[in-house]
């Protein structure tokens, strides 16, 4: 059973119908699947349950019965910028009730500790990309332009702000060198407001969201790939499917 509390878009509801074939799916913010999930919490004959992301959503634990096991993944920023005092209440009470919990660094597994978790009892996972489906078809630099591209979420966390202001000062000193943003956002009108008011539409793109092959095209079209995240947990599926395409990568140090 997968719960989730997002909706498929019209990029992903193929990899969707396909996911159903093989899985339950409910959906948190549909009324009915909101009371089936309650339901299969309080009621239904499951022994283990896996959080992703230690958000707010994880408070669905608490209709989670004691003896049933709770392994947890946190993914970066659910710990690393936890500022609100009761979310670090909740956590350590997260951590005290887990069996076990997954974390893709170090620097997160230290964290995690330091927060409450049992130290004896975590360990380091890193995300695999599936190298046959994530490789080149094209050599870097191989064609007159540079494509400089990102696909991180147009967030504020992942601060497209500063890709925008280097890909201005590039631009105009070079001629050569155009960029794409792939994804979506809330801040995805203030960021193409930004590249009409400065005149750059012509040598920024923004592609939207993206299904798997069309990322797999993204990946193979660019030189360079950029990750301005503000915070990371480890490494980014993102910088590691860029990484299996052999593209130069610049991230931040976060």
Not at 29 to 51: A, C, E, M, P
Not at 188 to 213: A, D, H, M, P
Not at 225 to 241: C, R, T
Request: glycine share 4%; with cysteine.
């Amino acid at each position: 059973i997968w719960i989730t509390f997002s909706k498929p878009n019209k990029e992903t509801y193929k990899e969707y119908i396909e996911l159903k074939k093989f899985i339950e799916i409910y959906n948190f913010k549909n009324i009915k699947d909101f009371f089936r999930v309650i339901f299969i919490l309080l009621f239904s004959k499951y022994q283990l349950v896996h959080i992703h992301y230690l958000g707010w959503h994880s408070l669905l634990s608490l209709f989670i019965r004691p003896n049933k096991k709770i392994i947890l993944t946190p993914w970066g920023s659910d710990l690393l910028k936890t500022k609100f005092f009761l979310k670090k209440i909740w956590l350590r009470y997260l951590f005290k009730r887990s069996f076990y919990t997954i974390c893709d660094s170090e620097r997160l597994k230290n964290v995690a500790i330091s927060i409450g978790a049992d130290k004896n009892k975590i360990s380091i996972l890193m995300f695999g990309i599936d190298t046959n489906s994530y490789k080149k078809s094209r050599e870097i630099f191989t064609s007159k332009k540079i494509l400089i591209g990102s696909n991180r979420k147009l967030e504020s966390i992942y601060d497209i702000d500063t890709f925008l202001m280097a890909a201005k000062n590039i631009i105009n000193s070079k001629n050569n060198i155009d960029f794409c943003i792939a994804g979506d956002g809330s801040l995805r009108k203030k960021y193409e407001n930004f590249v009409v008011e400065n005149q750059l539409t012509s040598r920024i793109k923004f592609l939207g969201l993206l299904n798997k092959e069309e990322m797999l095209n993204f990946y193979d079209s660019i030189d360079i790939y950029i990750s301005p995240a503000l915070s990371d947990g480890g490494l980014s599926s993102s910088i590691a499917e860029a990484m299996s395409f052999e593209r130069v990568i610049i991230i931040t140090k976060n």
